[in-house]
């Protein structure tokens, strides 16, 4: 699995757009981008998975650069009920995943 | 998707002794994985609980402290045996119920004395 890099934390005004970024410049060429996240007490969520064309779902968009060596998670109106860890994780398919240390999001009132 | 529920959800046990964590699925699922999460920390993979053959471990964690059981595509099972207080964690199992996702139990909150 590719190694990413992520800031440990973050912070974001409620109703505002939150844009957590994500650095894996080892992932190859077949592995994809995964996030998940954390809410307190509860076991991790599926967000979002992409490859290299830019998704968007119900939940969030993934922005991935052409290289491929970063991608954006973008919430486009967060809510306090977004405030968890956030993790970005390189895996090919559905396989055993690697979880990093993530991004603390804290949505501020 | 799947919905998956553990037993139990929480337990204090003494040290020296095992506990046996069961997981369950509402559907038949090929993949299921084993996470612990320490106080404070992100997830680790256990190991790989394979239907009808042993396990697959992940670096750091062996059979003989953690035995798993996979009888079935619906339930499985982690032991964490001789319990020390090092043990205290999260323990949660996920399933890969699509090739796009994995869903996660709400975890076995452990705590050893």
């Known amino acids: 699995d590719a190694k990413t890099t992520q800031p440990p934390s973050m912070d974001c005004a409620e109703g505002r757009a939150a844009n957590l970024p994500c650095n894996h410049s080892t992932i190859s060429g077949n592995e994809y981008v995964y996030w998940y996240r954390q809410i307190h007490s509860q076991g991790p969520q599926y967000i979002i998975h992409?490859?290299?064309n830019n998704e968007t779902n119900e939940m969030a968009s993934l922005i991935i650069t052409e290289d491929r060596k970063s991608s954006t998670l973008i919430l486009p109106h967060a809510t306090l009920r977004d405030t968890a860890v956030y993790y970005c994780?390189?895996?090919?398919?559905?396989?055993?995943?690697?979880f990093g240390t993530g991004t603390r999001l804290t949505i501020i009132p | 998707s799947a919905v998956i529920s553990q037993k139990p959800s929480r337990d204090i046990c003494q040290r020296g002794t095992s506990l046996t964590i069961q997981c369950q699925v509402d559907?038949?699922?090929?993949?299921m994985f084993w996470y612990r999460q320490q106080p404070g920390q992100s997830l680790t993979l256990i190991a790989t609980?394979?239907?009808?053959?042993?396990?697959?471990?992940e670096s750091g964690f062996v059979i003989d402290k953690f035995p798993i059981s996979r009888p079935n595509l619906t339930f499985s099972t982690l032991t964490v045996s001789n319990m020390s207080p090092e043990d205290s964690s999260i323990y949660l199992c996920?399933?890969?119920?699509?090739?796009?996702?994995?869903?996660f139990g709400p975890g076995t909150r452990l705590t050893v004395l």
């Open positions: 609980a394979n239907q009808g053959s042993e396990a697959t471990y």
């Open positions: 559907s038949q699922v090929t993949m």
């Open positions: 994780i390189g895996a090919f398919g559905n396989e055993k995943l690697t």
């Open positions: 996920s399933v890969g119920a699509s090739v796009d996702e994995q869903f």
């Open positions: 992409g490859l290299k």
